[in-house]
């Protein structure tokens, strides 16, 4: 990696993977789709049947609740598979060829951290196509102190943690392409000091995410 933690493809850091190159988020066909998260806000519109209608939050179980047929699992699914469930379910008892369309009015889980050197680190809602620049850009840039070499991206992808290393100088140059960043991705950028070694790659992680957690949300 740029900074020095790897040069092979893989290393694992207890339950972090050190990678070149990070995965898309999992079941997004390759990061085409966007999932649906807890906290997201829907509408949900029922063809020619307003009184369906509704403007719902996704609960923290990951589920909607609409007429008639109560509790319908959304979360870590994408907006055309929550369509076709409802449409599913609708059709089962009430409706006959049931058309649904849903819309994401807000999403918690397009939310990404920014952490370290950044002159305004925090948290910040990406869109379907935010890139690491841009999302630098999100933060205020990088401080005096940082290292454009040292910017580090995590993502969860299933049951399994990664982490690559980014430089922003090579980016901007054109020697490397500017990465794809996805909700609930976590950004941290080290200063010129730091001495990045697996280990401390991980606990920087259990910082940024604790700090996430204890944040008011946006």
Excluded: H
């Excluded at 809602?125 to 205020?140: E, M």
Aim: hydrophobic share 40%; aromatic share 6%.
């Amino acid at each position: 990696l740029t900074a020095g933690v790897s040069t092979s493809s893989s290393k694992e850091a207890g339950d972090l993977r050190v990678v070149e190159v990070l995965p898309p988020p999992a079941n997004t066909n390759n990061g085409t789709d966007v999932l649906i998260s807890e906290n997201d806000l829907l509408e949900v519109d029922v063809f020619q049947v307003d009184e369906l209608d509704k403007e719902v939050r996704v609960d923290p179980s990951g589920k909607i609740s609409l007429a008639l047929i109560g509790p319908v699992n959304a979360a870590g699914k994408t907006i055309v598979q929550l369509e076709k469930e409802i449409e599913r379910q609708y059709g089962v008892k009430y409706l006959q060829n049931p058309e649904v369309s849903v819309f994401m009015k807000e999403s918690a889980g397009q939310r990404i951290t920014m952490d370290g050197a950044f002159v305004k680190p925090g948290i910040y809602t990406s869109s379907s196509n935010t890139t690491l620049l841009q999302a630098v850009a999100l933060a205020g840039g990088l401080t005096r102190l940082a290292d454009e070499k040292k910017l580090f991206v995590y993502r969860q992808v299933g049951e399994l943690k990664y982490v690559a290393n980014y430089s922003v100088a090579d980016i901007r140059s054109g020697k490397k392409s500017d990465p794809r960043i996805y909700g609930s991705d976590v950004v941290i950028s080290f200063d010129s000091s730091a001495k990045i070694a697996a280990e401390n790659l991980r606990q920087a992680l259990g910082i940024a995410t604790s700090a996430t957690r204890l944040a008011t949300p946006l």
